[in-house]
């Protein structure tokens, strides 16, 4: 860690608490989202960089992008599914950090472009059965190739039918997707929210 890093999350530890987020963004929780899997990836080395990412495996969202995962929850729970969450909000370090392994503009923001998952509207879900255990899906979280596209001819039926049910609740909730990746999905209105920094969180680089 560089030390220009410490000046700013020393005065913030003492204040707040490590990991208190910016008030804007609120954790998630199986208390805002009944049900909830939380199996972050970036906070794992199981991700496309090998390393660890977040110093701990806590979401952030908007309130409004909880709100909506709350109503979604509910709907897979009805259908015998609980939401699993492998992503939410995402500072510009794990973005850096994913890009210098991944340098694809067709598949991750560039660092000198704000991405959606800085706002706290994007998350990155997939599906567990009611017991938690995490389902076969089309393909891999980040997994950037043809079987992560809205096109599921080319995955078994069974992973098909589970991205369609879970776009289906996604949807009704009011969340829209992207035609490359079956997990990702923003707020429709994403856009008219501010990107969140890092340095309000106290997030490792
Ligand atoms: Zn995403």
Redesign the pocket.
């Known amino acids: 860690m560089e030390f220009r890093n410490l000046i700013w999350i020393f005065p913030l530890l003492a204040s707040v608490g490590l990991g208190t987020p910016d008030e804007r963004l609120v954790e998630v929780t199986p208390e805002n989202v009944p049900g909830v899997v939380l199996d972050l990836r970036y906070a794992t080395t199981n991700n496309l960089t090998g390393k660890a990412l977040y110093p701990e495996a806590k979401a952030y969202l908007r309130m409004e992008t909880i709100r909506k995962l709350r109503r979604v929850a509910r709907e897979l729970e009805e259908e015998g599914y609980r939401l699993v969450i492998w992503?939410a909000w995402?500072p510009a370090s794990a973005q850096r950090a994913l890009w210098q392994a991944k340098p694809d503009g067709k598949f991750l923001t560039p660092p000198s472009k704000i991405s959606?998952?800085r706002r706290g509207t994007?998350?990155?879900v997939s599906l567990a059965d009611k017991n938690g255990k995490i389902l076969p899906m089309p393909s891999g979280f980040d997994e950037f190739n043809a079987k992560a596209d809205e096109d599921f001819s080319d995955v078994p039926k069974e992973a098909a039918h589970r991205a369609r049910i879970l776009r289906r609740a996604m949807f009704s909730a009011g969340f829209s997707g992207v035609p490359d990746?079956w997990?990702?999905?923003d707020l429709r209105d994403w856009v008219d929210y501010e990107p969140i920094e890092e340095k309000e969180i106290g997030i490792r680089r």
């Open positions: 992503d995402r959606r998952h994007s998350v990155d990746e997990w990702h999905y």
